[in-house]
């Protein structure tokens, strides 16, 4: 079965699935941690394939992204420009000294492509972070991307059929 990559299709359906979800989440909290951890990341790396982030960029319009201090000294090195430049520019740093790139949507995405790929922070390397433990730990976050990203909802929608959630639509 193709993935679902329409981003108002996803949109639609985060609103006509919010009950299930909520009941979908419930149920992973009952299940095997390890065990739906071990099925998620199955079902990544076989979906993630098939989708190409670059013609989607939504993650990069509408989540706010973590930087760290060797990440803005490899961006300056690669855009040729001093670091407190690319701060001044580009990233805030709170009174902690957390820092985040300062607009949504990110500075380098033009389109729906980045123009750091090479060079993205971590953040943006890992998103959404389906190839990690601690899927159900982090089922509240992953789930606010749902309607976001076609990775999340192919996943999310397939770990359903796969848990006997749902029966398969196919």
């Known amino acids: 079965m193709k993935p679902e990559t329409n981003l108002a299709r996803l949109a639609q359906a985060e609103l006509e699935k919010e009950e299930e979800n909520f009941h979908f989440k419930e149920l992973l909290h009952r299940k095997n941690p390890v065990e739906v951890d071990t099925l998620v990341n199955h079902l990544n790396a076989k979906i993630a ?88 730990e982090r089922s509240f976050a992953t789930f606010m991307h749902y309607g976001r990203c076609p990775i999340v909802y192919n996943v999310i929608e397939r770990l359903k059929v796969e848990l006997g959630f749902i029966n398969n639509p196919a």
């Open 49 to 136: 394939p098939e989708i190409d982030c670059t013609a989607c960029g939504n993650c990069c319009k509408s989540l706010m992204i973590n930087v760290t201090g060797p990440e803005v000294e490899d961006l300056s090195h690669f855009l040729d420009v001093p670091v407190k430049d690319i701060k001044a520019k580009y990233i805030e740093t709170s009174l902690q000294g957390d820092m985040i790139v300062n607009t949504i949507p990110c500075h380098f995405l033009t389109g729906t492509r980045c123009n750091i790929y090479e060079h993205r922070f971590t953040e943006c390397r890992d998103f959404p972070g389906l190839h990690r433990s601690g899927f159900v």
